[in-house]
């Protein structure tokens, strides 16, 4: 395998991983062995080689969420050893490798935790309140015609540039599980901030962020106190700047939209 | 609900009040300490109680005094309003959580830091501000409230500056995060001014709290039990009192 380290030697690991039937069930960690892993594998095979090694004994997989597996897709959400994605910096779990980690050492592995993404089953949640609070304006609405000219709305690069990098992030809410508050500020910054720095988004500017605002409140997620666990868990490097933006959004719609209740 | 209700119970809009509340608040220590400094005068007391009688009857500062309750009361109110939804948010925790591998404990421990110095705050009110407002105290040479022999004996009992100084201790953490952070919450940053206002806050926090723990710890340990100082420290003040005359 191109990049595999023929001297790393397979590991064995003990896993405590969180089980639970369904939504209303009560969970509990359950213990595992698992043994052979390559330290090539990712994260998410190796829960692959302990889902083969239970269907064998005939009992029940592990749940958990991946489609990607290549970072992009933002479903691969596991807490690892105490941290959103596990140890290493700015990666998805489906693109954390079990060289992280040595031989004979105990991996604790759970569900996001937060109100708003309840646990369906086992490590999978319903993170469907992200949706919502997109639903409610996270889109620019208007027709925009045929297919305009390249450069026909002249947009500065550095401003294109501090959109694009709020426009990658990926939906994971490893900021909300890793945020003491379980606070989605900086998904919901991430969104607000990308379109109101293009033109595009100006059109709908002030009901965008008022509306996604009210939604992520009334989803039950906490409110930022600018702890900043959630920069520094996010994956895709979605930074705290987008959140004092939010803030400023927030302030100027509300002050001057004319949106009366 | 009117728009401006709507924007305050907004999980936005009451940072937004914690924020000013608690720069405000900042604004006050900053008066407060300097006032304070009167205490190491080394003349029986009679400025500082000329001073706090100033504080006490100027009918400006006894104004001000009521917008200082509000912006305890608003801080107070709206960040404990704050930490109870951010409590409600995670009702089962993490078995296994090493968020001091990515954050502070000063950022996670606000509430904490508060409170302690809410219940500093309710023991230092009662014991200097409402028995100099509304108790009896003996008049000094200038037949001033005599507050200052009532600081000098309280500074010289073992919990009061104790707790004193554990209370500077949660302030100067709480402002380690909280100055910064207000400026975080009000969409005041910019690349160019954020390192600035975070050394700002650094440097804010540790000499405004340094300059209130040193009072009791000054009295306690250098000075008689009325208020002079001992014959180690004595030349050392007297020519830090000449200097500043
Ligand atoms: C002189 C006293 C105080 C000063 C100067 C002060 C200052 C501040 C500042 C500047 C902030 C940051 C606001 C922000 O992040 O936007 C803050 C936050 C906070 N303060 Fe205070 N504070 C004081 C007393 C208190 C007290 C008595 C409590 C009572 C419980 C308290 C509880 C809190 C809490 C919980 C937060 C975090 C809330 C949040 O960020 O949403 N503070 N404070
Ligand atoms: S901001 Fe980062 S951590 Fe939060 S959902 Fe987006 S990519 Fe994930
Ligand atoms: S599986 Fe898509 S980001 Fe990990």
């Excluded at chain 1, 030697?9 to 359950?30: A, C, D, F, Y």
């Excluded at chain 1, 330290?39 to 991946?66: C, I, K, W």
């Excluded at chain 2, 990515?102 to 509430?111: D, E, G, L, T």
Aim: glycine letters at 8%; aromatic letters at 10%; charged letters at 15%.
């Amino acid at each position: 395998m191109a990049g595999s380290n023929p001297n790393a030697k397979p590991m064995n690991l003990t896993l405590k991983v969180w089980r639970q039937k369904n939504r209303n069930s009560e969970g509990k960690i359950v213990d595992y062995q698992v043994k052979d892993i390559s330290p090539d594998m990712s994260f998410l095979e190796m829960l692959d080689v302990l889902n083969e090694d239970l269907l064998h004994r005939g009992e029940e997989p592990v749940a958990f969420d991946h489609d990607c597996r290549e970072g992009i897709c933002g479903s691969c959400n596991l807490f690892i050893n105490g941290r959103a994605h596990g140890p290493e910096k700015g990666t998805t779990t489906c693109q954390l490798h079990m060289r992280k980690f040595s031989d004979g050492d105990t991996i604790t592995i759970e569900p996001w935790r937060a109100n708003s993404f309840p646990v369906n089953k086992d490590l999978s949640v319903d993170r469907s309140a992200f949706d919502r609070i997109i639903q409610a304006g996270g889109y620019i609405s208007i027709n925009t015609g045929g297919t305009p000219d390249a450069n026909e709305i002249p947009i500065p690069k550095e401003i294109s540039d501090r959109a694009f990098e709020a426009a990658t992030c990926i939906g994971c809410g490893a900021c909300v599980a890793a945020c003491k508050n379980a606070s989605a500020m900086l998904f919901v910054s991430a969104k607000v901030s990308q379109l109101a720095l293009l033109p595009q988004g100006h059109v709908e500017r002030k009901s965008r962020v008022e509306n996604m605002v009210a939604q992520m409140d009334k989803e039950g997620f906490g409110a930022c106190t600018n702890i900043g666990s959630c920069a520094a868990e996010c994956p895709v490097g979605i930074s705290l700047e987008n959140i004092a933006i939010l803030n400023r959004e927030f302030l100027a719609a509300k002050a001057t939209s004319n949106n009366l209740s | 609900m009117s728009w401006i209700s709507k924007t305050f119970s907004s999980s936005i809009g009451r940072k937004i009040i914690v924020a000013i509340t608690g720069l405000f608040l900042c604004s006050f220590l900053v008066v407060h300490l300097i006032g304070n400094l009167q205490l190491f005068k080394n003349d029986d007391g009679v400025a500082f109680n000329i001073y706090s009688h100033f504080m006490g009857t100027n009918p400006l500062i006894r104004t001000l005094e009521w917008g200082l309750l509000l912006g305890f009361g608003f801080h107070i109110y709206e960040s404990l309003t704050l930490w109870r939804r951010n409590q409600a948010a995670r009702s089962v925790g993490y078995v296994s959580n090493h968020s001091e591998q990515n954050s502070k404990w000063q950022s996670r421990n606000m509430a904490l830091l508060g409170t302690i110095i809410l219940i500093f705050l309710l023991v230092h009110l009662y014991n200097f501000f409402y028995r100099a407002r509304f108790g009896e105290l003996d008049p000094d040479i200038n037949n001033n409230d005599d507050l200052y022999t009532l600081v000098v004996s309280s500074f010289h009992q073992w919990w009061y500056v104790a707790l004193y100084v554990l209370a500077q201790v949660a302030l100067c953490y709480h402002l380690l995060h909280g100055f910064k952070s207000a400026f975080q919450t009000l969409g005041l940053t910019h690349r160019k001014y954020t390192p600035a206002i975070q050394a700002i806050g650094y440097a804010f926090s540790i000499i405004v709290c340094a300059g209130f723990a040193i009072m009791p710890l000054y009295f306690f340990f250098f000075t008689n039990g009325q208020g002079e100082p001992i014959s180690s420290v004595a030349p050392l003040v007297d020519s830090i009192n000449l200097a500043l005359k």
